[in-house]
């Protein structure tokens, strides 16, 4: 089975600022790990993703994640956050040996105030 | 080029009509995946097809979804009787394989059953 929390369901912060939005998982094997973000009224868009090596990936739009395999974390970061980040944000883990089936986490709604 | 496109974008039926949900993935890509998404949730996994084939059906609720993929590309998802419970936004992905790559999503299909 595999899991995915993402125990806040709304984050603030200030422009500028940096910013944090938490993802942990649960996988059976070793775990693909990707973020997503949605944007009012349109598809869910790809940030980046974790496969293997580098635990520090980066991503689009200045985002980069921290894979942790002891913490079972892979949190959603960027230095200096802009109000256009605001957003859906959703982390979403698939386990390695089983090709296809990704599973969610509920979604964290990101607010950037100017 | 053009991204996953879904038909309709919104659908209304009456409980224990049948509905069609069209899903027309990226040319080229193999792998498509079918979603279901209720407010405030984030996307949960019904199907995954590897070309014609539904490699994973887990997903499926029960025996009122069926979805096919005929040709290996435009996939269909079937439901019978619906039910007022069926009523979220189901999405469609695809990829260019079904290993450890990101899923380009459609905007989905809004169904409302009254």
């Known amino acids: 089975a595999q899991s995915v929390a993402q125990p806040e369901d709304q984050v603030n912060v200030a422009e500028g600022n940096p910013l944090t939005v938490k993802c942990t998982y649960s996988?059976?094997?070793?775990?693909?790990l990707f973020w997503y973000v949605q944007y009012p009224n349109r598809g869910l868009q790809f940030l980046l993703k974790?496969?293997?090596?580098?635990?520090l990936v980066k991503g689009s739009y200045g985002f980069e994640a921290e894979f942790n395999k002891s913490q079972t974390s892979f949190h959603l970061k960027k230095p200096s956050a802009l109000v256009s980040d605001s957003a859906l944000y959703f982390c979403?883990?698939?386990?390695?040996?089983?090709?296809?089936?990704?599973?969610f986490g509920d979604g964290t709604t990101l607010t950037v105030k100017p | 080029g053009a991204g996953v496109s879904q038909t309709p974008s919104n659908k209304v039926t009456e409980k224990g009509k049948y509905v069609e949900l069209r899903c027309d993935p990226i040319?080229?890509?193999?792998?498509l995946y079918w979603y279901r998404q209720s407010l405030g949730q984030g996307p949960e996994f019904l199907i995954y097809?590897?070309?014609?084939?539904?490699?994973?059906d887990s997903g499926l609720p029960n025996d009122r979804f069926f979805a096919v993929r005929p040709e290996g590309s435009v996939s269909t998802l079937k439901i019978q009787r619906t039910e007022r419970g069926d009523s979220a936004v189901y999405l469609c992905?695809?990829?260019?394989?079904?290993?450890?790559?990101?899923?380009?999503f459609g905007p989905g299909t809004r169904l409302t059953v009254l």
């Open positions: 992905a695809s990829s260019l394989t079904g290993e450890g790559v990101e899923q380009f």
């Open positions: 996988v059976s094997g070793n775990p693909y």
């Open positions: 974790y496969i293997t090596g580098d635990n």
């Open positions: 979403a883990v698939r386990d390695m040996g089983r090709a296809g089936k990704s599973t």
């Open positions: 040319s080229g890509h193999t792998a």
């Open positions: 097809f590897q070309g014609t084939g539904a490699a994973d």
